[in-house]
């Protein structure tokens, strides 16, 4: 297994991670690898929120058509062995 140092770790979360491994049962080092863990193993969430905003300003000047665009993948390489 690996080690990190975390440098420069302000004060007060230094404070809140000590309070959290305390109130878990945990040491400090432990609850910093849970945490690390936890959130590395998290699904991701992407925000599309500026999508919407897009969209508004495309509305606000009468929107925007988009060209069909044929589906030219009759011709296309396969790689499942057909």
């Given at each position: ?44 969430r ?22 069909d ?11 499942d062995?057909?």
């Amino acid at each position: 297994m690996s080690a990190i140092t975390v440098r420069r770790l302000p004060e007060g979360v230094k404070q809140r991670l000590r309070l959290r491994a305390a109130a878990n049962g945990r040491s400090m080092e432990a609850e910093a690898r849970h945490i690390l863990v936890d959130a590395l193993h998290a699904d991701r969430r992407v925000d599309l929120d500026w999508v919407d905003g897009l969209m508004a300003v495309g509305a606000e000047f009468g929107g925007v058509e988009v060209p069909d665009v044929p589906d030219d993948t009759a011709g296309a390489a396969r790689f499942d062995g057909s």
